[in-house]
């Protein structure tokens, strides 16, 4: 089965480190985007990209995070400090425009900053 | 801004009860999901409704969309407890892919 893949699965981290979440899209599929869900705010659309090239990053914090996609298979997301407040799930999901709105997600990125 | 407003927030019942979730909006969109996420997992869609009125069944799951493309419930026949989960709707104003996510609804099916 086609899938979105994430790494690392699950990270802990001191705050003021750096780091870096992967995403491999579905092959083919050319929107890919970056979620975060907590308890309190639920699912928020931090950036999401359509034939690599960024929509919409305004969800984003931009002092700490950056998301890129050096290439069609691969989609970033940095945190750079991370603090205690960025601890979430960070989904990444891919899409395209067959599925019509459908979009497909990786497992997440469980992160804690302790 | 567009919401959408998911309710309830939390439900327990017992196996073989109904159940409905409703979500809400003023706005209009173009489609609507239902998602449902397990612990540890990312949310997998169940169904996509296009069209106003329209009404898709998932084996006991009966997904509605409103006639004014507003709003959309789902209906849970007999619910057993492997419908445990967090459910969750998601409204495509049109069609550039962003969705306006509902809070959830964190269903638990007791046996």
């Known amino acids: 089965d086609a899938r979105v893949t994430q790494t690392p699965r699950h990270k802990v981290t001191e705050m003021g480190q750096e780091v870096t979440m992967r995403c491999q899209p579905i092959l083919g599929h050319n929107t890919v985007f970056w979620y975060r869900q907590t308890m309190m705010q639920g699912l928020e659309l931090l950036a999401y990209f359509r034939n690599r090239a960024p929509l919409d990053d305004s969800g984003m914090p931009k002092d700490r995070f950056s998301a890129e996609m050096p290439d069609a298979t691969l989609a970033t997301l940095k945190i750079q400090p991370s603090e205690p407040r960025d601890s979430a799930v960070y989904f990444c999901a891919s899409g395209s425009g067959d599925s019509g709105n459908t979009i497909y997600f990786g497992e997440g990125s469980w992160l804690t900053v302790v | 801004t567009q919401l959408l407003e998911q309710s309830p927030q939390f439900l327990s019942i017992q196996e073989g009860e109904n159940l409905t979730v409703y979500c809400n909006s003023s706005?209009?969109?173009?489609?609507l999901q239902w998602y449902r996420q397990e612990p540890g997992e990312g949310p997998v869609l169940l169904v996509t409704?296009?069209?106003g009125g329209e009404v898709k069944k998932l084996k006991r799951l009966t997904f509605q969309f409103g006639d004014a493309r507003k709003d959309s419930s789902l209906h849970i026949t007999a619910a057993q407890p492997g419908d445990t989960g967090l459910y969750l709707c998601a409204g495509a104003p049109d069609s550039n892919y962003q969705l306006i996510w509902g809070a959830g609804t964190k269903l638990i099916i007791k046996p």
């Open positions: 706005s209009v969109f173009s489609s």
């Open positions: 409704v296009v069209t």
